[in-house]
């Protein structure tokens, strides 16, 4: 059974910062793509950044220049650091995991539970 685990999070001051990480867990033999996403209350939930397992990035433009996705491939991680981190990145963020390769060869598509993020003063 494949498992996003997810860490980090929390409360923090605007300006401030937090680094989320995520581990897929399983019977794993490849993943294409590892990211984040996050949904604030009352919103859809967005894309955050996303990464390939050749390495291409992928940020929303709310946070170019703040955030930082990283990836190790032999541990099936994905770390999101957050650097100067703004009241309207308040949200419920999850890890997700797609193109997973399972034992018999087929590629499924999984969710963390989710960390919830909070700036405020």
């Known amino acids: 059974q494949v498992q996003l685990v997810e860490s980090g999070g929390g409360l923090v001051q605007p300006g401030g910062s937090l680094r989320l990480s995520c581990a897929a867990t399983?019977?794993?033999?490849?993943?294409?793509?590892m990211g984040w996403y996050r949904q604030a209350p009352g919103k859809q939930r967005e894309l955050v950044a996303d990464?390939?397992?050749?390495?291409?990035?992928r940020y929303t433009d709310s946070v170019k220049g703040r955030f930082t996705i990283s990836r190790d491939n032999p541990k099936n991680t994905v770390p999101l650091e957050m650097n100067n981190l703004k009241p309207e990145d308040t949200a419920v963020y999850y890890c997700?995991?797609?193109?997973?390769?399972?034992?018999?060869?087929?590629?499924?598509?999984?969710w963390g539970q989710g960390t919830q993020v909070t700036v405020s003063s």
């Open positions: 399983g019977r794993i033999f490849g993943i294409a793509l």
């Open positions: 997700n995991a797609r193109g997973v390769v399972s034992a018999t060869g087929g590629q499924y598509e999984y």
């Open positions: 990464i390939t397992s050749g390495g291409t990035i």
